[in-house]
């Protein structure tokens, strides 16, 4: 047993560990292996809340999530056997950002201040037209495979309430001959301005919206029976008049286009009505073209405030040989699309709206 002397020595030498008289000198614990592995814990620690910190002030890991998540529920949707009806969300209440979702042919791309996409794989004998869902409250969409047939959609979106049934799928468009009925005068060589009302004449509207569809076509390749310029051109000199009839049946029928798409306005009360004509000849695809775009203009007005009155897909009888609307669209398949009266037509703006509608049903 040690005598106060003794146990004065122990401590003085226990103490000298940690407290040399030396000054400068680092105390041995710091040079430790065990102070350099909490030091090196302590660094990878700091690092790892730094990042963490930056992915909750960056959405950029958020996109590559949800991009790969609905692009491989996608693929699985798809290779399912039978039908299916999914619903989706990729809303966070909580976060100020909101995402623009769009799904293409090939890929899934989530947007906000960036983007970043993830492939799926389509089969070719799958139905499916691209879309692009806005952000909305919430962001919720559902994935439906009907057959052959694949459908996104927000499930809040704003419904059409009068959309047509279109009944089966259309075929993909790629070129089409655009012509303007009305306008050719076969007794004259001057202009025929068509209808007219309060100084609006239809030569005027489908002058318009000939250049607003080429203007929005950039997918699909246009072609004209005229040079629409000319149908308004025309009411000064003869030599700008429309060419006649026989000469847009004669370069409708040359044409290579996929479809004719006629435009016209027609001349009745202050309704606005979307109307196609259809030949009974080949009238199921004529049909479902028809369809298409009508339900595509109708939409997009619908959800930029203008009143529809309704859609009608009229067919046109083969014993009317006579009248131009018959002898044009007997030549190729296509439609005679009516976007409204001359007495309460589109404004410019409605007019760049149903041009970019066409072309997104054609498509």
Do not use: W
């Not at 710091?30 to 102070?35: A, D, E, N, W």
């Not at 963490?52 to 890991?61: A, R």
């Amino acid at each position: 047993m040690l005598n106060k002397k003794g146990r004065e020595n122990s401590l003085h030498k226990f103490s000298g560990l940690f407290l040399n008289s030396k000054k400068g000198d680092v105390p041995s614990f710091v040079l430790t292996p065990t102070f350099r592995t909490l030091l090196a814990l302590g660094v990878v620690l700091l690092t790892l809340l730094y990042f963490v910190n930056g992915i909750g002030g960056n959405t950029k890991f958020e996109r590559q999530y949800y991009s790969r998540d609905i692009a491989l529920l996608i693929d699985t949707v798809l290779s399912l056997p039978g039908n299916s009806n999914i619903l989706y969300s990729y809303d966070k209440p909580e976060s100020e950002t909101k995402f623009t979702l769009k799904v293409d042919k090939e890929k899934v791309t989530m947007k906000d201040v960036g983007e970043n996409y993830f492939p799926y794989f389509l089969k070719k004998d799958t139905n499916f037209e691209p879309v692009t869902i806005e952000p909305s409250e919430p962001n919720i969409i559902k994935i439906i495979k009907s057959g052959n047939n694949l459908l996104i959609k927000n499930v809040l979106e704003k419904r059409f309430p009068d959309e047509l049934n279109c009944y089966k799928p259309k075929e993909s468009i790629n070129s089409v001959i655009i012509d303007a009925m009305h306008l050719s005068n076969p007794n004259s060589e001057f202009h025929n301005p068509g209808n007219s009302y309060a100084g609006i004449s239809e030569a005027d509207l489908t002058l318009k919206l000939g250049k607003a569809i080429k203007n929005s076509a950039t997918d699909i390749t246009i072609e004209e029976t005229r040079f629409l310029e000319r149908a308004t051109e025309g009411k000064q000199a003869n030599m700008d008049a429309p060419i006649s009839l026989l000469d847009r049946i004669a370069k409708i029928k040359s044409s290579k286009a996929q479809l004719l798409l006629s435009l016209k306005f027609g001349d009745y009360d202050e309704k606005f009505y979307l109307k196609a004509y259809v030949s009974p000849q080949n009238y199921e695809k004529s049909y479902a073209i028809a369809c298409q775009v009508l339900n595509s203009i109708g939409k997009k007005l619908y959800e930029n405030d203008k009143k529809i009155d309704g859609l009608v897909i009229i067919p046109l009888n083969p014993e009317h040989t006579s009248s131009e609307d018959d002898a044009v669209i007997q030549e190729k398949d296509g439609l005679i699309l009516e976007a409204g009266s001359v007495r309460n037509p589109p404004n410019d703006a409605e007019m760049i709206l149903i041009a970019q509608a066409i072309v997104e049903g054609l498509k």
